[in-house]
């Protein structure tokens, strides 16, 4: 069956960097596009970012352009999350997801605070 593990969240400080991992199994991970989203405490689910099948292309919400990058391994069948100069704002479950199907991970947490 279809499985998306996140991982990769955690406790950071205001202006760090992290990268979360998306690991998928139970289907050809080559032959989908994938997106991230969030979803902070009280609020909406946020889509993020997109990533092609290939790797391309790639589109960003206009919230994160410039501090997310989205990338994919299709050899390790994984999708990343790169955020950098993490604000207090970025703090949510981050969700990895593939549209085909409608499947989403457990998520990760994210809390940034000093």
């Known amino acids: 069956q279809v499985q998306l593990v996140e991982s990769g969240g955690g406790l950071v400080q205001p202006g760090a960097s992290l990268t979360l991992s998306c690991v998928a199994s139970?289907?050809?991970?080559?032959?989908?596009?994938m997106s991230w989203f969030r979803q902070s405490l009280g609020g909406e689910r946020e889509e993020l970012a997109y990533?092609?099948?290939?790797?391309?292309?790639?589109n960003y919400a206009d919230s994160v352009k410039g501090r997310f990058t989205v990338s994919r391994d299709n050899a390790k069948s994984t999708v990343y999350l790169q955020i950098h100069n993490l604000k207090p704002e970025d703090t949510a479950v981050y969700y990895c997801h593939r549209y085909t199907g409608d499947y989403w991970g457990q998520g990760t947490q994210v809390t940034v605070s000093s």
């Open positions: 139970g289907f050809p991970f080559s032959q989908y596009d």
């Open positions: 990533i092609g099948s290939s790797g391309t292309p790639t």
